[in-house]
């Protein structure tokens, strides 16, 4: 198997002393910063990319892969200690776990956590060390206009077919989309929305966005809605390991969740959430005593956890065969990387293939790392979620402006970044998704560059998009996603007038 | 009649702004392409896509479910309001890295509802040198420097 042999390669190059404690270091700083409440595994990721900017290659992505690993571990652990979760896809493990700990159970959820997220993200990072070979050898064939067609889908599946309404989720996308063309364009040298500030020419920043969006969006939410009222994380007592029947309970659970979050996450469809409302509805109707389910049942936090950590692992897929970033944190990823000059996609597999297997190889060390040293430090984690709130986010905006300040030290770059706070904190105000806004950005100029090469090819002829069977099927599936939920709607409306 | 939901209808408004600047910049773009499409063609697209979202708020300011402001603490909000601008100036003005998060740190808290300024400040002074020791030492990042990183 090429697979294996490349992977072992992978090994060879991140086991050294140096690359362990780069993982070991990402894995604690990415858990750290995770686990502070309101800081989601992309708002992590965007933070700590500074922290990795005058490393190596090499360290900086086996940094990153622990960072991201150790963010994602965060968020559960304040999804259940605080009730707070820090992404949508973390909610539903506060459903039980959270209830597990108010019950004196907080030990066990958080190993059935750490446990299950472990197994999940192995599994699922062996998958995508065996499925992306196999999808890069269909992705070298893709021509220009199949890229457009599969773009199309992201956009689609990302802002309009899961969120609760699609007309704010497009909107979002949209602003992305907008805030994409702004700079000069790669083919022509055309200056695009840059009113004659220099500052505006190489484009916008994606951590610039996710940073406003999201930390200083937060901020100002959270200040402005008084949601700051004193929350004692829930303390843990006892034992932290899971007994015998915990294990019984936990195994199968685990296992569906990886095989519910995988397949979801590696198809351009749109996030972690879904996996994770799917593995709990499957855990609750398989469960022995369905009756637990809302009062900590382990299931409830077995099958979501693991579904929430193969779907991660799982958009790794797209993002490195295809280039192709299908939730926040992956477009956040794919920043980084072409902050390394790295181009994800079918070539990054010939061209740099020793830093793609030590990627993965990093994954599954920032995996094993987690296992060993998060749940040790559990206490240390609780600590931090202590920290008073005012100075908690005082802090993450001294962290933002340092992020911010480190790529950019100019007042428009600041200024941007406060611009789009105050986008963030209008856009959590009225309910608009935050996420389709950033995947936007970052993905509106691949898919104009895609659609012009496409164009140039068929010299400037429309129908090219359609001449080949592969691209037409791939604008038609876009094209049913996005009318389909305002159909169901319009249906679902009807259905209601009648009554 | 029905009540015209007035979020609903300054976002259309706002989205058909938006789409309006953004085919009046792509329309005095100069620089033409030689084949097939040249740097307008997305700026038209995504003007169209923007417009036909500023119709349907404008539909929904009508027919949609209403949207409406929560109640917003403006005093807080202007606090940090506050910290942000003091960042900038920091910035702007060479004050420094370390000057500029003790005001951010500060005034930031102050929304939160601390009270005790004198004692934020000093905190907020602490982390900018500990960050600025660290990133700058360790990882050599450039953060602003001012008067006080000159005195390390």
């Not at chain 1, 993200?121 to 070298?140: E, H, N, Q």
């Not at chain 2, 702004?17 to 995504?46: E, F, K, P, Q």
């Not at chain 2, 500990?130 to 420097?145: E, K």
């Amino acid at each position: 198997m090429d697979a294996l042999a490349n992977l072992a390669d992978g090994f060879a190059a991140a086991l050294t002393l140096t690359n362990l404690a780069f993982a070991a270091i990402g894995v604690l700083i990415g858990t750290a910063v995770g686990v502070l409440p309101g800081i989601g595994p992309a708002l992590t990721v965007a933070l700590l990319l500074p922290v990795t900017f005058k490393l190596d290659p090499g360290g900086s992505l086996i940094m990153f892969a622990g960072i991201y690993y150790g963010g994602m571990y965060g968020g559960s652990t304040t999804a259940i200690l605080l009730n707070a979760p820090g992404e949508a896809a973390s909610v539903v493990t506060a459903l039980e776990g959270n209830r597990m700990a108010r019950a004196g159970r907080g030990g066990p959820a958080l190993a059935t956590a750490a446990i299950g997220s472990f197994v999940a993200a192995l599994l699922a990072t062996a998958g995508l060390a065996f499925l992306s070979p196999i999808l890069v050898d269909v992705a070298v064939r893709f021509g220009p206009w199949d890229y457009f067609g599969l773009m199309l889908i992201a956009f689609v599946t990302v802002s309009a077919t899961f969120g609760d309404s699609p007309l704010r989720g497009l909107t979002s996308l949209a602003i992305g989309l907008w805030l994409g063309l702004v700079g000069i364009d790669q083919l022509t040298g055309q200056a695009r929305l840059t009113f004659g500030v220099p500052n505006l020419l190489d484009g916008i920043e994606v951590t610039t966005l996710a940073v406003g969006l999201f930390a200083i969006g937060e901020t100002l939410h959270v200040a402005a809605r008084h949601l700051f009222k004193p929350e004692k994380p829930i303390p843990v007592k006892g034992s932290l390991w899971m007994t015998r029947s915990d294990w019984r309970r936990s195994l199968l659970p685990w296992l569906r969740g990886t095989a519910i979050g995988f397949p979801i996450g590696a198809l351009p469809a749109g996030g972690a959430e879904v996996p994770t409302f799917l593995s709990y509805n499957v855990e609750r109707k398989l469960a022995r005593h369905p009756e637990e389910f809302g009062h900590g049942a382990i299931e409830g936090v077995a099958g979501p956890e693991a579904a929430n950590n193969a779907a991660a692992a799982g958009t790794l897929v797209p993002l490195l065969t295809l280039g192709l970033p299908t939730s926040a944190t992956a477009a956040v990823m794919l920043a980084g990387f072409q902050q390394y000059n790295i181009q994800p996609g079918p070539l990054l597999f010939v061209q740099h293939a020793d830093l793609v297997w030590t990627l993965v190889a990093s994954l599954f060390i920032a995996n094993v790392m987690l296992l060993v040293l998060n749940l040790p430090l559990v206490g240390l984690w609780v600590r931090l979620l202590a920290i008073p709130l005012p100075w908690l986010y005082a802090g993450i905006l001294v962290f933002a402006a340092m992020g911010t300040v480190a790529a950019n030290p100019s007042p428009v770059e600041l200024g941007l970044l406060v611009a789009f706070g105050a986008l963030g904190f209008l856009m959590r105000q009225f309910n608009y998704p935050i996420a389709p806004a950033i995947v936007g950005l970052i993905l509106g100029p691949m898919a104009d560059s895609q659609l012009r090469r496409a164009l140039q090819m068929g010299q400037g002829d429309w129908t090219i998009l359609f001449q080949h069977w592969s691209s037409a099927l791939m604008i038609g599936i876009a094209l049913v996603a996005l009318v389909a939920p305002f159909v169901f709607r319009g249906l679902a409306r009807m259905g209601k007038d009648e009554d | 009649m029905q009540r015209i939901n007035r979020p609903y209808l300054v976002i259309g408004l706002a989205l058909l702004g938006l789409a309006a600047v953004t085919a009046w910049d792509a329309a005095s773009m100069t620089i033409r392409a030689n084949y097939g499409v040249g740097a307008d063609a997305a700026s038209y697209l995504v003007a169209t896509v923007l417009a036909a979202l500023g119709v349907g708020h404008l539909v929904g300011a009508v027919w949609g479910t209403p949207m409406a402001l929560e109640h917003v603490d403006y005093r807080a909000v202007g606090w940090v309001a506050l910290a942000l601008a003091s960042l900038i100036a920091a910035v702007a003005l060479g004050a420094g890295f370390i000057l500029a998060s003790t005001l951010l740190f500060a005034f930031t808290a102050r929304a939160f509802g601390r009270r005790a300024l004198p004692a934020d400040l000093l905190i907020g002074f602490v982390l900018g040198l500990l960050v600025y020791l660290l990133f700058n030492g360790l990882l050599t990042l450039a953060l602003p420097a001012g008067p006080i990183e000159r005195l390390l």
